[in-house]
Structures are given as structure tokens and as C-alpha cells.
């Protein structure tokens, strides 16, 4: 597992607390591998989830510190999404 995804491990399970995540995400950080986020909290995997979200590694780091705006990332074409938006947007709410 790179360090990056270590670090981003530790800090989305920080943000999301005890409860987890109610429903499944994925993010797969370009060129260091995925995290998938559900009810268990945040972990490095590869499994199907209801929604995919991409990026690189500076737009996700920017994102789990509070310096870019979820759903400004989506707008603005630094990250990606590929399933379920309800389910994208519930994930931003959290990490916001």
C-alpha cells in the first residue's frame, strides 16, 4: 500500500467516525491504487461499490484537508464520477 493511500486511510476514517458510511464509495487515486469507504469505515480495496469517484493525488489530498470543495473538484474536472451522484454527494457532505 503507497503512502498515500495510508494517509488517506487514516484521515477519511477519522472524518467519518464510529458510524462509517451508509451506502459504499470508492476512490481510486491515480497512480497510487483505491479506497473503498462503507459502514466499516475507510480501508484500501478494490471492491464493487455504488460509486466511483477518480482523481489525482493532489486533488484528493486537497479534498480530505478542506482545501477544495467536493462537489468544486466535480465541477471543475479534477474528479471524476461513475455510478450513483445521490450517493457521490452524500460522501461530499461527510468529507466537507
Known sequence: ?????AAAVTALNE????DGFDGAAKFVIEGEGSIVVDADGARAADDETD?????DAETFQAILSGDLDPTAAFMSGRLSVDGDMGMAMKLGSVLA
Open 51 to 55: 460509486v466511483t469517484l477518480s482523481a
Open 15 to 18: 472524518k467519518l467516525g464510529a
Open 1 to 5: 500500500m503507497s503512502d498515500v493511500i
